[in-house]
């Protein structure tokens, strides 16, 4: 018979109490192996002024006030990035002289470094800019707009808003236009819909860009249980 033998148990090694020795000495040895892995990872890490855990064998390393990328035992990207954000998606948000990108946990290209901004992503749409004109991609990294607005806000109601000159309008995720840019001004109120005024009258648009309401309100309020409000006389 074996003088011990292995189960695995949520995830542990238990061994059998057949030779205490024997099992002693093993676990010396699991110890020892742990410890001088441990201490060789420090050393290598040790190079670095700060080290982040990014993921699973993933770090974001500092030297010199620059960022890199490390998977504990070797270097995948030395420190050249003026920034590095958070694993998300597969991807990591970086910038180097003024341009912003995204690289992979390999330290490739997603998506080349030429955007003078890349803004947070939300339902898988990013605003970017470049010489300062706005447009948005997606997370294929394809821009679904030209890079023609003179800015853009990206909200949490099914659509984005851009504007060009004094003018505003809303697009979709898909980056089309689904109202003219015609408004003075456009307000988020919730629910999937906006207001929107030429001159001084107010009225109502919904989530595909449709005028809900005639543009004649003073001003019109929405109420907790889905009820609008509206002033015809200020």
């Not at 001088?36 to 030297?63: C, H, M, P, T």
């Not at 470094?113 to 470049?130: C, E, N, T």
């Not at 919730?190 to 809900?212: A, H, T």
């Amino acid at each position: 018979e074996k003088n011990f033998h292995f189960q695995e148990m949520e995830k542990n090694i238990l061994i059998s109490k057949t030779n205490k020795g024997t099992a002693m000495k093993f676990h010396k040895i699991i110890l020892f192996s742990f410890l001088f892995s441990a201490v060789l990872i420090g050393q290598e890490l040790a190079q670095y002024d700060r080290v982040w855990e990014l993921a699973e064998n993933l770090k974001k390393v500092s030297k010199n006030a620059k960022f890199g990328l490390h998977d504990g035992s070797k270097e995948i990207v030395s420190p050249k990035y003026d920034y590095m954000g958070e694993y998300i998606r597969g991807m990591i948000f970086v910038s180097n002289n003024g341009k912003w990108g995204f690289i992979n946990r390999n330290g490739e290209d997603i998506f080349p470094l030429k955007y003078d901004y890349v803004g947070d992503f939300r339902r898988g749409i990013a605003q970017v800019s470049l010489k300062k004109k706005f447009g948005f991609i997606n997370s294929n990294w394809k821009e679904i707009t030209q890079l023609k607005y003179d800015a853009v806000w990206n909200s949490d109601e099914g659509y984005s808003q851009v504007q060009v000159k004094s003018k505003y309008g809303l697009i979709n995720d898909l980056g089309v236009e689904i109202t003219a840019i015609k408004y003075d001004r456009v307000n988020g109120v919730g629910q999937g819909f906006s207001k929107v005024w030429i001159g001084d009258k107010c009225g109502l648009l919904d989530r595909q860009g449709k005028e809900v309401t005639q543009l004649k309100y003073e001003d019109i309020g929405l109420h907790s249980e889905g009820t609008f409000s509206i002033n015809l006389n200020g």
